[in-house]
């Protein structure tokens, strides 16, 4: 069981990092990016398209690395036993 394998605390831990890793995410993409792209006259529509923008500008140094993090992070979670 879950349970046996960590703590309530370290359980509240991941909670936490799960929830700060996805507001930066948000802020960084949904907010920096876009709006830094719209100042150039870049509209895309989707995340993924949003990222590929940035890296063609420099902001970020792979679009693909970014995508992985975040799968990486909620699979792990999953893989644990939380639900995101």
Do not use: W
Not at 33 to 48: A, F, K, M
Not at 52 to 71: C, D, I, P, R
């Amino acid at each position: 069981m879950l349970e046996d394998r960590f703590t309530f605390s370290e359980f509240e831990s991941m909670d936490s990092l799960t929830s700060k890793f996805g507001r930066t995410s948000d802020i960084l993409v949904k907010k920096f990016i876009r709006s830094v792209l719209q100042h150039v006259d870049e509209y895309p529509e989707t995340i993924i398209d949003d990222l590929n923008a940035a890296e063609k500008l420099g902001m970020v140094t792979s679009a693909q690395t970014f995508q992985k993090l975040g799968y990486c992070a909620t699979r792990l979670l999953m893989n644990i036993g939380l639900k995101i």
